[in-house]
């Protein structure tokens, strides 16, 4: 069974950066892509970054230019660096691991205030 364990989220100010990271249990080259995505009060999941095994990313428009995702196969880890936070980022991020099929982590919460 495949286990994400997102860490580093917390409360930042507007303008502030944090650093989102996913272990995973065990080998992410085995995985097609991975991924974060968010979730705020109200409204649906949505994409925030991908990376695929070959390297590829792909970005929400809301996030292109302030966040960067990177993937380390060696250490089994998938980052988010997440700067130029905005109120509006702020929501419970999820970590994602694609085969298929698709894996979840329990979420850590980002709190950005204005």
């Known amino acids: 069974q495949v286990q994400l364990v997102e860490s580093g989220g917390g409360l930042v100010q507007a303008g502030g950066s944090l650093r989102l990271s996913c272990a995973a249990s065990?080998?992410?080259?085995?995985?097609?892509?991975m991924g974060w995505y968010r979730q705020a009060p109200g409204n649906e999941r949505e994409l925030v970054a991908a990376?695929?095994?070959?390297?590829?990313?792909n970005y929400a428009d809301a996030v292109k230019g302030r966040f960067t995702i990177s993937r380390d196969n060696a250490k089994n880890t998938v980052d988010l660096q997440m700067n130029s936070l905005k109120p509006e980022d702020t929501a419970v991020y999820y970590c994602?691991?694609?085969?298929?099929?698709?894996?979840w982590g329990q979420g850590t919460q980002v709190t950005v205030s204005s």
């Open positions: 990376i695929t095994r070959a390297g590829s990313t």
């Open positions: 994602n691991a694609y085969r298929p099929p698709r894996y």
């Open positions: 065990g080998s992410i080259f085995s995985f097609v892509s």
